[in-house]
């Protein structure tokens, strides 16, 4: 008998038929007798048509309101799943973040988890009752007001609570296999992980792969939670992260790492150049000051040489698109004294990464990466490496069709059936 934390995804629990094939999920792993806690997100695309309805109302939503009015999608599957779960002859009772004991900082739409004290949640399970959590929301104590954790908020949710119950597992209910050597939706020969490392899939989260969000792999890797990635709509095993040391086959022995574990992808970024900027101490500095005073957090950085007969150059930076606005107005307001001639924006552009632990000692890899690129024709813009990953910038047009190139070129092709995509409008 185990304490399990199960996790489900917006489109596992889309419609209600969807609702109640989760409930006799959850049932059967109650009947086979584990503990068992369950987070949930809003049914299917809630959070988004939220967001478009608040929008619809004010062209700038006070975020306090925005909080209240996202956590409700989490409070209406949470309550429903209960109710599908009793129906099937097992008590469950649900609860909304803050009396789960999700406790986070102050910073609305972007809270970070600071406490998790789940007693109600314990005594829950201690009476034999499955306990029904909202994800992606939590309270900030000294104002009693709730907050949210940023979109995909409800793995760290079910991570932060197998961390405080010291659960066995943690497993994040989805509507693909598992982790995949590429977004299914792109790449139909991805290749499932059985397993994949921490580390290398905070590098996955961070360039893109949104399969787990960035800060649930963080909360994992820091308490060591075993994390199964899986299908609600299958009972495939999934893809376990876990400590790299841990990477042992059948007979215990530590397995030799694979080179690369997968290529991520990611739209959601901006390109901004300042032009004509003069070539002299102090003027990246003041670039990078302005943006940051913006609250904007910047990726990739390139300097051109610059030209003798100016001496000025042209410093480009990505960033998150939805930040495009915010970064370009402290930038032009800021124009006098840094002293640039203009400003491009660029928000039609996606990177590609390669990820892998086995890069570190593995020669070839960039040049690989480029072959394979400039074979497919596709144009690189901006460069940047990490001890186990390199990203590249390119047309957002020519995105998808890099992925493919380098997913094949790198032998990540499987030669079985095409990964399957059960759920989702992938918004
Ligand atoms: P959920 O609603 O269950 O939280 P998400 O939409 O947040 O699901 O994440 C699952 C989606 O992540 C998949 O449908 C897939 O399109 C996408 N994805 C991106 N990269 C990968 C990858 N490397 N492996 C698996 N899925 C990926
Ligand atoms: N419902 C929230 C979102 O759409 C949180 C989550 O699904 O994890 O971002
Ligand atoms: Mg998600």
Same mark, same amino acid.
Do not use: W
């Given at each position: 008998?185990?304490?399990?934390?199960?996790?489900?995804?917006?489109?596992?629990?889309?419609?209600?038929?969807?609702?109640?094939?989760?409930?006799? $999920?959850?049932?059967?792993?109650?009947?086979?007798?584990?503990?068992?806690?369950?987070?949930?997100?809003?049914?299917?695309?809630?959070?988004?048509?939220?967001?478009?309805?608040?929008?619809?109302?004010?062209?700038?939503?006070?975020?306090?309101?925005?909080?209240?009015?996202?956590?409700?999608?989490?409070?209406?599957?949470?309550?429903? &799943?209960?109710?599908?779960?009793?129906?099937?002859?097992?008590?469950?009772?649900? @609860?909304?973040?803050?009396?789960?004991?999700?406790?986070?900082?102050?910073?609305?739409?972007?809270?970070?988890?600071?406490?998790?004290?789940?007693?109600?949640?314990?005594?829950?399970?201690?009476?034999?009752?499955?306990?029904?959590?909202?994800? @992606?929301?939590?309270?900030?104590?000294?104002?009693?007001?709730?907050?949210?954790?940023?979109?995909?908020?409800?793995?760290?949710?079910?991570?932060?609570?197998?961390?405080?119950?010291?659960?066995?597992?943690?497993?994040?209910?989805?509507?693909?296999?598992?982790?995949?050597?590429?977004?299914?939706?792109?790449?139909?020969?991805?290749?499932?992980?059985?397993?994949?490392?921490?580390?290398?899939? &905070?590098?996955?989260?961070?360039?893109?792969?949104?399969?787990?969000?960035?800060?649930?792999?963080?909360?994992?890797?820091?308490?060591?939670?075993?994390?199964?990635?899986?299908?609600?709509?299958?009972? $495939?095993?999934?893809?376990?992260?876990?400590?790299?040391? &841990?990477?042992?086959?059948?007979?215990?022995?530590?397995?030799?790492?694979?080179?690369?574990?997968?290529?991520?992808?990611?739209?959601?970024?901006?390109?901004?150049?300042?032009?004509?900027?003069?070539?002299?101490?102090?003027?990246?500095? $003041?670039?990078?000051?302005?943006?940051?005073?913006?609250?904007?957090?910047?990726?990739?950085?390139?300097?051109?040489?610059?030209?003798?007969?100016?001496?000025?150059?042209?410093?480009? @930076?990505?960033?998150?698109?939805?930040?495009?606005?915010?970064?370009?107005?402290?930038?032009?307001?800021?124009?006098?004294?840094?002293? @640039?001639?203009?400003?491009?924006?660029?928000?039609?552009?996606?990177? &590609?990464?390669?990820?892998?632990?086995?890069?570190?000692?593995?020669?070839?890899?960039?040049?690989?990466?480029?072959?394979?690129?400039?074979?497919?024709?596709?144009?690189?813009?901006?460069?940047?490496?990490?001890?186990?990953?390199?990203?590249?910038?390119?047309?957002?047009?020519?995105?998808?069709?890099?992925?493919?190139?380098?997913?094949?070129?790198?032998?990540?092709?499987?030669?079985?059936?095409?990964?399957?995509?059960?759920?989702?409008?992938?918004?």
């Amino acid at each position: 008998m185990a304490l399990i934390v199960q996790k489900y995804g917006g489109s596992s629990v889309a419609d209600a038929a969807s609702i109640k094939r989760v409930a006799k $999920r959850v049932a059967e792993a109650k009947r086979a007798g584990h503990d068992v806690v369950v987070v949930v997100s809003a049914m299917g695309d809630t959070t988004d048509e939220l967001i478009d309805l608040a929008n619809q109302v004010t062209p700038l939503p006070p975020q306090r309101e925005m909080d209240i009015l996202l956590t409700a999608g989490e409070r209406i599957s949470m309550s429903l &799943l209960a109710m599908a779960i009793h129906n099937l002859g097992v008590d469950a009772k649900s @609860f909304t973040g803050q009396q789960a004991g999700v406790i986070t900082d102050e910073a609305y739409g972007k809270a970070r988890i600071i406490d998790v004290s789940p007693s109600r949640i314990k005594d829950t399970v201690a009476r034999g009752e499955v306990a029904i959590v909202a994800g @992606f929301q939590g309270v900030n104590p000294s104002t009693n007001d709730v907050t949210t954790l940023g979109r995909g908020g409800s793995d760290t949710t079910a991570v932060a609570l197998a961390a405080a119950l010291k659960a066995d597992v943690c497993e994040i209910y989805t509507d693909v296999d598992g982790v995949f050597t590429a977004d299914p939706r792109i790449v139909p020969s991805a290749r499932k992980l059985d397993r994949i490392s921490y580390d290398e899939m &905070l590098e996955m989260a961070a360039s893109g792969a949104k399969v787990l969000v960035l800060r649930c792999v963080e909360y994992a890797r820091r308490y060591d939670v075993p994390v199964h990635v899986r299908s609600s709509f299958s009972t $495939r095993t999934g893809t376990l992260v876990t400590n790299e040391a &841990l990477v042992t086959n059948e007979e215990g022995e530590q397995m030799e790492q694979p080179i690369i574990a997968g290529v991520a992808h990611d739209r959601s970024e901006a390109k901004i150049t300042v032009v004509g900027v003069p070539d002299v101490p102090g003027k990246a500095a $003041r670039i990078f000051e302005v943006v940051a005073g913006a609250g904007v957090n910047i990726d990739m950085i390139v300097q051109n040489v610059s030209a003798a007969s100016t001496g000025l150059t042209d410093i480009s @930076f990505t960033l998150p698109a939805a930040d495009g606005s915010k970064a370009t107005a402290a930038l032009t307001e800021h124009q006098p004294d840094i002293g @640039f001639t203009a400003l491009q924006y660029d928000d039609t552009i996606g990177k &590609l990464s390669l990820v892998g632990a086995g890069m570190r000692s593995h020669p070839g890899v960039s040049a690989k990466l480029f072959a394979a690129l400039s074979e497919a024709g596709i144009n690189i813009e901006m460069i940047s490496t990490s001890e186990i990953r390199i990203s590249v910038v390119t047309s957002s047009d020519s995105l998808d069709d890099a992925v493919r190139a380098v997913h094949t070129a790198f032998e990540l092709d499987s030669t079985e059936d095409e990964a399957v995509v059960y759920g989702g409008t992938g918004r």
